[in-house]
């Protein structure tokens, strides 16, 4: 559960008004038990700071943490959402640092571009991201199995695609097709571990595609947007 985003506007105390960065960590984790404040800094706007918590949620502190604000923040002349900005950088994921050993790789075309995706065998969304993937071409996927708790049946179905004599065949037949792999699924396989690097970089759902430059995409994203951003990585 997001510790900041029920609220609007927090009055916590009346105190002085000279910025200083660590107090407003200190007065935010006192007063927010269970807070992690990882980063302050300064934003366009005097007086008012932008706060990383949790990793990933943005909200945004006057000088000292005395007044906190959450919501996203615009520059208007120029039209950027600031608070999307910094999202999108927090959840970046260095490809090269993704455990290529623990996903399927399925090599299309010359397979010169690369992305990665983090999918569930029973998540509607990813079969349909497979249906976009399937049209394109020149591209290497690593599909690291990431079953969710709602999925009673995924972590099943992923085991047995894992442990096939064709991982990669197996698991474009079940996501295209609904053919579940024969066999035990008894083998080695990297499932804890995908979850282990997922809780580490905060994927919560499925899919999540993570390009060549790091960039994550979350959720469904049709084919064309993809070879465009595929291109535009130059990978």
Request: net charge neutral; hydrophobic share 40%; with cysteine.
């Amino acid at each position: 559960m997001r510790i900041f985003t029920p609220l609007l506007l927090t009055v916590l105390l009346a105190t002085g008004c000279n910025a200083d960065e660590s107090e407003i960590k200190k007065n935010i984790e006192a007063r927010f038990p269970g807070a992690k404040v990882d980063s302050v800094s300064k934003t366009p706007v005097k007086g008012i700071y932008e706060v990383v918590v949790g990793g990933s949620e943005i909200i945004y502190a006057n000088s000292n943490g005395d007044y906190v604000i959450t919501g996203e923040m615009l520059e208007t002349q120029a039209r950027r959402n600031l608070t999307r900005e910094k999202v999108d950088k927090l959840s970046e994921i260095k490809f090269d640092s993704l455990p290529f050993n623990q996903a399927i790789k399925i090599v299309k075309g010359d397979g010169k571009r690369k992305m990665a995706v983090f999918s569930d065998p029973d998540c509607p969304y990813c079969k349909k991201l497979d249906q976009e993937l399937a049209k394109l071409d020149n591209v290497t996927i690593h599909v690291f199995m990431y079953p969710l708790p709602m999925h009673a049946d995924a972590p099943r179905k992923a085991r047995l695609v894992w442990c096939s004599a064709d991982p990669a065949k197996a698991w474009q037949e079940l996501m295209l097709e609904g053919k579940v792999p024969d066999g035990k699924g008894d083998c080695a396989n990297p499932l804890e571990a995908n979850q282990a690097f997922g809780a580490q970089h905060n994927i919560q759902g499925t899919p999540a595609i993570i390009l060549a430059n790091g960039k994550r995409l979350p959720g469904l994203v049709p084919a064309d947007k993809l070879d465009a951003l595929l291109t535009e990585t130059g990978k």
